[in-house]
Antibody
Framework: QVQLQESGPGLVKPSETLSLTCTVS????????WSWIRQPAGKGLEWIGR???????TYNPSLKSRVTMSVDTFKNQLSLKLSSVTAADTAVYYC????????????????WGQGTLVTVSS | QSVLTQPPSASGTPGLRVTISCSGS????????VNWYQQLPGTAPKLLIY???QRPSGVPDRFSGSKSGTSASLAISGLQSEDEADYYC???????????FGGGTKLTVL
């Protein structure tokens, strides 16, 4: 079955760029949307954005000016970059596959990676 | 402040039934399907219900979802101690052009 694994620095300095990679195993990136979602400690989930296997992206309007997502179909990897980070960006970051059902906007997140904690601090 | 509104907590005794609500608007729940996720302590969220009322393979039929208008509900019957978790609803929002989540409901099994 498809498994996702996030990786990247656990500590990022304020004003710098957070960079994470999600490695997909057990299946191909092709033909799917993929999303990044984050969760501050003790808080709820926030959708960051999605990318299709062709590279087409949609970002959360509240983060759009700072987010860049990309996909490497040869390595079966996704990447997330978030610029100008502050303490408010401290969270567990998840990647998830986005299967599609019949009908408009019929999507869900499954499976999820285990998540990686990123702390923004000097 | 989450776009979708869930009660912050819910509780029930083993064997009984509990329901968790999720309230939205015409741009999200009112016009798109709802998904539910279960997050056990210290773990990643897991898909519980998709397309309003569909259970993925492996999810017990004790879990069921429904939607009416701009609200959705998750029902858990035959409550078990291992159901103690945080539950999140989510839907696509056409106005925001993105997914929105509820704030999460912490379920306690008494």
């Amino acid at each position: 079955q498809v498994q996702l694994q996030e990786s990247g620095p656990g500590l990022v300095k304020p004003s710098e760029t957070l960079s994470l990679t999600c490695t997909v195993s057990g299946g191909s990136i092709n033909g799917y949307y993929w999303s990044w979602i984050r969760q501050p400690a003790g808080k709820g989930l926030e959708w960051i954005g999605r990318i299709y296997s062709t590279g087409s992206t949609t970002y959360n309007p509240s983060l759009k000016s700072r987010v860049t997502m990309s996909v490497d179909t040869f390595k079966n990897q996704l990447s997330l970059k978030l610029s100008s980070v502050t303490a408010a960006d401290t969270a567990v970051y998840y990647c998830a596959r986005v299967p599609q059902g019949a009908g408009l906007n019929v999507f869900w997140f499954d499976p999820w990676g285990q998540g990686t904690l990123v702390t923004v601090s000097s | 402040q989450s776009v979708l509104t869930q009660p912050p907590s819910a509780s029930g005794t083993p064997g009984l039934r509990v329901t968790i609500s999720c309230s939205g608007s015409s741009s999200n729940i009112g016009s798109n399907t709802v998904n539910w996720y279960q997050q056990l302590p210290g773990t990643a969220p897991k898909l519980l219900i998709y397309s309003n009322n569909q259970r993925p393979s492996g999810v017990p039929d004790r879990f069921s979802g429904s939607k009416s208008g701009t609200s959705a509900s998750l029902a858990i019957s035959g409550l078990q101690s291992e159901d103690e978790a945080d539950y999140y609803c989510a839907a696509w929002d056409g106005s925001l052009n993105g997914w929105v989540f509820g704030g999460g409901t912490k379920l306690t099994v008494l």
